[in-house]
């Protein structure tokens, strides 16, 4: 279950009654849209149904029976959320929206690239400044995966950016390869590996573009800088510079 912190409250008016439960608002929306695939302690701050949840009172179990047709509290909750509305207050709607805004800002971040760059990452920085000129806001009540095409369509005018994912090889010598490759191999998708005979080895790692700098921090740091690394173009090719 979540803390009563993050809760939020769900409302349904029913019947002449009113019937409110503690959820989760992220969850408690995508289950209401029939998006929410996990389990029920995920989405409720407490197993119970209150007719007034900031004084905890109850309502009557004849009530819960008529509208209901249960007193089991796990039944009525996910009843209340569908059929209800999701309580937010102006402090939790903010709260919302700014944590929303800062995935969208990394999602961007870490997927798009400017490709009249050399399709070089574009910072966060840059893509907060091109939101805020597009005047782009973002929803708090929709998932963030379902802004980021209109994020995209509103900062097009603004800065050169594409989505894209890029392949790169990476060459660890010897002496870092046993525990280095490990953590390389791990950063994205594998997509081919090999050993050498001199004992380096040479991995094929696919991501989203806008990891590049990050991908290359860590490449260093597990070879003290000793690796080579080289972007592929075709997708024959292994060998690094």
Do not use: C
């Amino acid at each position: 279950m979540i803390s009563l912190d993050e809760a939020v409250t769900a409302r349904l008016e029913s019947h002449g009654e009113r019937f409110e439960v503690l959820v989760e608002p992220d969850a408690a929306l995508a289950m209401k849209r029939g998006e929410f695939d996990g389990e029920l302690e995920d989405v409720i701050a407490a197993e119970d149904v209150f007719e007034n949840a900031s004084r905890g009172d109850r309502p009557p179990e004849d009530a819960l029976e008529e509208v209901f047709g249960t007193t089991d509290p796990l039944e009525i909750i996910p009843e209340v959320v569908d059929r209800g509305e999701i309580q937010i207050t102006a402090e939790q709607r903010k709260e919302m929206q700014e944590r929303k805004y800062r995935d969208l800002v990394n999602r961007i971040t870490r997927n798009a690239v400017n490709p009249q760059m050399d399709d070089a990452p574009h910072p966060p920085d840059r893509i907060e400044s091109a939101l805020e000129q597009a005047d782009f806001k973002v929803d708090p009540m929709e998932p963030v995966e379902n802004q980021v095409d209109d994020a995209l369509d509103a900062l097009r005018p603004v800065i050169p950016i594409r989505f894209d994912t890029v392949k790169v090889a990476a060459q660890l010598p010897a002496d870092y390869a046993g525990s280095g490759q490990a953590q390389v191999r791990e950063f994205g998708d594998l997509e081919r590996e090999e050993w050498q005979p001199d004992g380096s080895w040479v991995g094929v790692v696919e991501f989203p573009a806008g990891m590049q700098n990050d991908f290359y921090d860590l490449v260093n740091e597990v070879s003290s800088g000793e690796a080579e690394t080289r972007i592929l173009k075709d997708e024959d090719d292994l060998d690094t510079r």
